[in-house]
């Protein structure tokens, strides 16, 4: 879905991107009636002005506005010598609030619906990671705080509905996505698809920690908020499937087969303690149904949940609880979740607990390449084993071509890359030459667009899917504002 286009008037107010050599005491600054940056040129070489105009929609037009968000967009870009760069930058990071966050209030406290892009629903993930990179803003902006905070709320209100949901409409008294309503399954009310994803019970934690972390509020960690970390830890401990296979089911009449379960469960585990996830990150259902990157960010997110039911809730059974789930997934991976390679021991992407292991991995968040982004590294050696070989041939659903190489998956299928891989491998890199490699492919990606897509053609970045992708917008801000800020040499 593309975003609203421009008329006569705001072509009439556009600003310039003048590149490349003299800042000086010219600092970049917004033309607040258009939403375009202008650059001012430095002295040593100066160069031709370039125009490039804003994907942005007009003020006027956009969700939220932030003076704060937008401080930080001016100095980034100022940072920035590469006008493209630049200007994907300005398009990016901001997306999720100019086109997808709906600012609202429930019970009288902030209640804030994040849909992820062309698809008029919530999922706990996207939802997560979208907002994410705003957090570090939002101790000195009190309105950027206030929605956030309803964002946690709001996953709160949706984790109460159904714990084994993975998305949700915006409007909770909407009905489900049209690809759903024929599921067979416990469909509840405000439910967009009940897909079972471990990592949709992680991330509302892992929110919820980084903005106590960012903000010092523990407004919104009430007794709504307990009850549906209960509901998780419940979730979680049924789903380690010791006493059978727990009271979820979901199959889907499809012509794609990673679209349903086999006999309603997925295929069968031997319980040794870790958790099962139906489908993975990319909403694909699961070949071994113990995912491991899952069970990895399980582990990391129990953790969180035991340090603010402790600090916050003075709650000790229950952060005893969770820290004594974390030890049990952690001890069993580290047991039955390495395989042996050419490359030495490594992490598989899925097990069964019977010795089944899926060498891979997929390109969606929480994968086995992103494990130091979501800040979970227990073995750094086994990790480098890992990375090297997911970004590789030996992954299977690893692509090279024409147009770029990175991670694709099953859920649009071969010969497709994500740049969200090639974002997180430049994320988890502390080479240079990485980090410019990846940048250099995701702007060829967008295909002039301004912007990130879902996925795209090894051979040729044209052919793309989803042309409004928020949360690979907002990722990309996140790599391009944290390599500003370390690396700005590298955005030249």
Request: charged content about 20%; proline content about 6%; aromatic content about 10%.
């Amino acid at each position: 879905m593309s975003l609203k286009s421009r008329d006569d008037n705001e072509k009439l107010a556009q600003a310039r991107i003048l590149t490349r050599r003299r800042f000086g005491s010219h600092m970049g600054r917004l033309i607040a009636g258009a939403g375009l940056i202008s650059v001012a040129p430095r002295s040593v070489f100066p160069r031709s002005t370039a125009w490039i105009p804003s994907k942005r929609p007009l003020p006027a037009d956009r969700k939220f506005r932030s003076s704060t968000v937008e401080a930080y967009i001016l100095s980034t870009v100022a940072k920035i010598q590469d006008p493209v760069l630049a200007a994907m930058f300005t398009n990016c990071f901001p997306n999720t609030l100019d086109t997808t966050v709906e600012p609202g209030r429930f019970g009288g406290k902030p209640d804030t619906a994040v849909i992820t892009g062309d698809i008029p629903a919530m999922w706990l993930r996207d939802s997560s990671a979208q907002v994410w990179p705003y957090l570090p803003l939002a101790a000195e902006d009190t309105a950027l705080r206030e929605l956030l905070e309803g964002v946690v709320r709001r996953q709160t209100r949706c984790l109460l509905i159904d714990t084994y949901a993975n998305c949700f409409m915006a409007d909770l008294n909407a009905p489900p996505l049209a690809w759903s309503r024929t599921d067979k399954t416990e469909m509840k009310q405000g439910v967009g698809e009940r897909k079972y994803e471990l990592d949709s019970l992680c991330y509302p934690i892992r929110l919820s920690y980084g903005y106590w972390k960012s903000t010092g509020d523990a407004r919104p960690f009430d007794a709504a908020w307990k009850l549906a970390m209960k509901s998780v830890l419940t979730t979680m401990y049924a789903q380690q499937r010791k006493h059978g296979p727990g009271p979820y089911s979901f199959q889907r009449d499809a012509v794609n087969p990673t679209d349903t379960l086999v006999n309603g469960i997925g295929n069968p585990v031997y319980p040794v303690g870790l958790i099962a996830s139906c489908f993975r990150p990319s909403d694909d259902a699961c070949i071994f149904p113990f995912l491991v990157p899952s069970n990895l960010f399980a582990v990391t997110s129990l953790r969180q949940l035991a340090m603010m039911s402790n600090s916050i809730l003075a709650d000790a059974a229950m952060a005893n609880q969770a820290s004594s789930l974390a030890d049990e997934v952690q001890a069993a991976l580290l047991q039955h979740a390495i395989a042996s390679t050419d490359l030495g021991s490594i992490w598989c992407y899925e097990i069964d607990g019977f010795g089944g292991c899926t060498l891979m991995d997929d390109a969606n968040v929480p994968s086995l390449l992103s494990l130091p982004y979501l800040e979970i590294s227990p073995d750094a050696a086994l990790y480098r084993r890992t990375r090297e070989f997911v970004w590789s041939a030996r992954n299977p659903w690893f692509f090279r071509g024409r147009a770029g190489e990175g991670i694709g998956g099953p859920h649009i299928g071969r010969d497709s890359i994500w740049p969200m891989s090639q974002i997180i491998y430049a994320l988890t890199s502390s080479s240079s030459n990485e980090i410019a490699h990846s940048i250099q492919m995701l702007k060829l990606s967008a295909a002039g667009t301004g912007f990130i897509h879902e996925s795209y053609n090894r051979n040729d970045s044209a052919v793309f899917t989803r042309s409004w992708f928020a949360w690979a917008n907002t990722l990309f801000g996140e790599l391009i504002g944290r390599t500003a800020k370390f690396r700005p040499e590298l955005l030249a």
